[in-house]
């Protein structure tokens, strides 16, 4: 069961979780789950498969299910004519336009995408926490020491998108952003249980990093982490080119995943709630264009 914080109703909210048994299966079972996990489910191989299912029209059947399933309000995103032609369209569609809500003053710092979100401060780079006693350096994750050592005692902030959720991410200022890196790397679930059960998750799966020369915010590294079914990560912004705030700079194909910004040190104010639901081991649950914390 995974309990987040909704900060618009002040109340927290048990999250519907996609394949929630075979999840808990996979990651709890010491044999054949364990087994299945690690010669298939983790590999490129499968998450191909269906990535190639999930773009093919056959998988379109499965659409009306899924937005009944976890009550997604699809008044908020655009529908092609003659509707969406296979699952993976569905799965990384954008908003309408007018739903698009950006907080457009400089200061106030936005979330990059709808997810759920985790914030330290302070952090160290040698040890910055996946979940409860579980940690990972920066240095690993993105396999760049030099780049690693600028956010030390600075902020780290984890969006995990769900598979109901909207799967754009955007920017969160005016700026200009350099050239993505991909690392290679598995496809584990970022689902909770997951990150419970495999150490330095985040620096085994498939990644892409960034840095992001910003307008208000310094140079802020931007990581997306694929996963379990993810078909790729697509960038759509052009390196070294401007942009603004709100732009899109990419999108998930289908299935879960996870974007990690990486604030220098006193360049950032997150907000008070979401620091104490974090500090009581809770995500809290924030749109694209949202305000989550002030520039220092």
């Known amino acids: ?102 907080e457009k003053e400089d200061r106030l710092l936005i979330s990059p995408c709808d997810g759920k979100v985790l914030a330290y401060q302070n952090i160290d780079i040698d040890m910055i926490l996946q979940v409860k006693d579980i940690t990972y350096s920066l240095r690993e994750l993105i396999g760049d020491y030099n780049v690693a050592e600028k956010y030390n005692k600075g902020t780290c902030l984890i969006f995990r998108l769900c598979p109901s959720d909207y799967h754009r991410f955007n920017f969160i200022d005016d700026g200009i952003c350099q050239k993505t890196n991909n690392l290679k790397g598995f ?23 960034s840095i992001f020369n910003s307008k208000n915010f310094g140079d802020i590294l931007y990581v997306e982490v694929g996963a379990t079914f993810v078909g790729s990560i697509v960038q759509v912004y052009e390196p070294k080119e401007e942009v603004e705030r709100g732009d899109e700079k990419g999108y998930f194909k289908f299935g879960a995943s ?26 809290t649950f924030v749109y694209m264009g949202e305000k989550i914390g002030v520039n220092k």
Request: with cysteine; aromatic share 16%.
């Open 1 to 102: 069961m995974i309990k987040f914080y909704n900060r618009g109703n002040k109340k927290y909210q048990i999250e519907k979780v996609a394949g929630n048994w075979a999840i808990n299966w996979i990651y709890g079972s010491r044999l054949v789950g364990a087994g299945l996990l690690h010669f298939l489910i983790k590999r490129r191989i499968a998450s191909r498969i269906y990535g190639i299912y999930c773009s093919m029209s056959v998988s379109r059947k499965k659409i009306e299910k899924f937005i009944r399933d976890f009550n997604i309000d699809m008044d908020r995103f655009e529908v092609p004519e003659g509707g969406y032609r296979n699952f993976n369209e569905f799965f990384y569609r954008k908003l309408k336009k007018d739903k698009i809500n950006i």
């Open 187 to 209: 496809y584990y679930s970022v689902n909770p249980v997951a990150l419970d059960k495999i150490e330095k998750l985040f620096c085994e799966n498939k990644r892409q990093w």
């Open 258 to 283: 996870t974007v990690i910004l990486f604030f220098k040190e006193n360049t950032v104010i997150i907000d008070d709630d979401i620091l104490e639901q974090t500090q009581m081991g809770y995500e």
